[in-house]
């Protein structure tokens, strides 16, 4: 549009121009001797217009021919900038398809060929990432000291190799070395959390509970991490400093939580064992009674059945209270069990603890209820409820179907010599060691020397041929070793005495 503009303007511009010229009819004499020359005024004015075009068409020649070495360079730099962008566009494309070997390549080249501080940085932190995800660590090194390098003194170029330095560290746990990287960005006001977010990851990975607490503490106020996540870290690191601290630490931690935080299961129920540890029972039954009001957490009720006998009835008021609401919480009632066994309210905890059963199978109940038969002297239903409790814990005990005798180990010559010395000669009257489980007492003391055994005739007893063509059976192992014929064993030799 505006070249027609443009157009129409110089064409009335022509038309303007001819009128005037038309009703001039003046000459123009130019005397340069020995010349004389004489023009019409229109002549004249359109050679001056063309000669003033000329002229500045040819300076405007002489200015390109003067500025083409300038031209030339731009030309190559532009030329190598679009050849940098498109190795460093195809790099991170082949990063992001996961062809890091291929992406290593391409953003190596880049890196020993441009001329850009910025781009050689960029190209060795990618290659560097290329190189970290195909595990080749010395090499990943290696890049990153030549981007740290080529960043010279630029303070932004240097902060960006060491984060993303200290990220590489902390995924392969190096944590130390990431910390020492990442501590001189530190800047609580600054509006660049990733730093911040990735001191916070190497804090975890080395345990550091205060500045994890701290710096989670941050990111949550200016929403830098998902607020699930967030309140996750603060939970174990508060768990993790209850368990720890001393008496005033937990107090001026407790101090510092809000109040969906104090309710929080897992932070009661440590903040309540904390309490306890440093001897404060009503502080801690405070703590559980709030955070159950909220909801009636498994971990929070045993805990809360905890107590000494002095404190169970409180605590079983309490508790009961809870239970007009909830009458089929087995949690609950499993509490009310164990806290009526507090109290010495046998019958009334036996009534709660099978309610619970009925509800739900849970070792803890069962582990109760067979003490408690125990105790009341039926030892029958707790041995029960003990091998209930067993099978609800994945205790898969095989059963057992018969016990045979140990054998005698009195004619080991190992035994023998084990026995020469001070007490030598001295009768043996505790039961020899087996290699299995029972033995068989014949009436005398090991060692002792035996009466003879009379002769087996037809006139003498029956037991005491069945003792005479037998004596080996006082003493069996406990199963049978695999691939030994046990018609040949002691066993399958008296079942061939007997049938003689």
Sequence with gaps: MRTWFWTLILLVAAVA???????????????????????????????????FVVLHWL????????????????????????????????????????????????????????????RKVLAGLSAARALHLLGEYKRRDQVL????????????????????????????????????????????????????????????????????????RVLLRRSAIDSAQGHGFIRDAVVKRFAQGDEGAVKHLWADLNADERLDPAIALAAADAQSRFGHAVESARILEAALGRSLDDALLRAYARCKPEQAAHRLARAEVWLKSNPDHPGLLAALGQLCLGAQLWG?????????????????V??????????LGRPDLALEH???????????????????PAADTRGDPRIDEARQGPLAGVPETRMPEAASAVYVDDGGPLGAPQPASPPAGPDAPTDTRAAAASPAEDYFDTA??????MSQTSDGGSRSLRKR
């Design 17 to 51: 121009l001819a009128l005037v010229l038309r009703d001039h009819g003046g000459n123009v004499l130019i005397i340069a001797q020995p010349w004389r020359i004489e023009l019409s005024l229109t002549l004249a004015a359109v050679l001056l217009l063309v000669g």
């Design 59 to 118: 300076l405007d020649c002489i200015g390109w021919l003067g500025g083409s070495p300038g031209r030339f360079r731009a030309w190559r730099g532009r030329r190598s900038q679009t050849r940098d962008i498109e190795l460093l566009e195809g790099g991170w494309i082949n990063i992001l398809e996961g062809r890091y070997a291929q992406a290593e390549k391409d953003l190596s080249n880049l890196l020993s060929r441009t001329r850009s501080a910025d």
């Design 145 to 216: 000291r030549l981007a740290q390098e080529g960043a010279g003194q630029d303070t932004r170029l240097r902060q960006a190799v060491d984060t993303v330095t200290a990220e590489m560290y902390l995924d392969q746990g190096r944590a130390d070395e990431a910390l020492a990287l990442l501590k001189p960005l530190q800047d609580a006001s600054s509006r660049y959390f990733h730093s911040t977010r990735l001191l916070l990851r190497a804090h975890r990975q080395l345990g550091h509970d205060e500045q994890v607490y701290a710096l989670t």
């Design 348 to 364: 009334q905890g036996e009534h709660y603890l099978e309610r619970s059963l009925v509800l739900r199978a849970d070792t803890h």
């Design 366 to 375: 069962h582990a109760l209820l067979g003490t408690l038969d125990d105790a």
């Design 386 to 404: 003990w091998r209930k409790a067993s099978l609800e814990a994945g205790v898969v005990v095989p059963e057992v179907g018969r016990l045979l």
């Design 480 to 485: 049978p070793i695999p691939g030994v014929d």
